[in-house]
């Protein structure tokens, strides 16, 4: 089974940008879509972006604009550029492959 690994995350003030990375241990290519969700405190998981194999792309709609998923095949890896960094974006986030192979995840939190 394809273990996934994020990384990037991290304690930044509002208005700034991180970039999390998700590295598979196996091909991307054999799921149909990649992506991230994220879950803060008390509140539900929820999508905040994925992108399929040939490259479409859905967001959730309080990160439309301001973040952009990306994926490097050649290196089993998918990434979440965030810009504009809000308080309200702190949460811990995780990467999926498919429909249900999780990685454990990674820490953002956004001071004000």
């Known amino acids: 089974q394809v273990q996934l690994v994020e990384s990037g995350g991290g304690l930044v003030q509002a208005g700034g940008s991180l970039r999390l990375s998700c590295a598979a241990s196996g091909s991307i290519l054999l799921f149909s879509s990649m992506g991230w969700y994220r879950q803060a405190p008390a509140q539900q998981r929820e999508l905040v972006a994925r992108?399929?194999?040939?490259?479409?792309?859905i967001y959730g709609d309080s990160v439309k604009g301001r973040f952009t998923i990306s994926r490097d095949n050649a290196k089993n890896t998918i990434y979440l550029q965030m810009n504009r960094l809000r308080p309200e974006d702190t949460a811990v986030y995780y990467c999926?492959?498919?429909?249900?192979?999780w990685g454990k995840g990674t820490q953002v939190t956004v001071s004000s």
């Open positions: 999926i492959a498919g429909a249900s192979t």
């Open positions: 992108i399929g194999s040939k490259g479409s792309t």
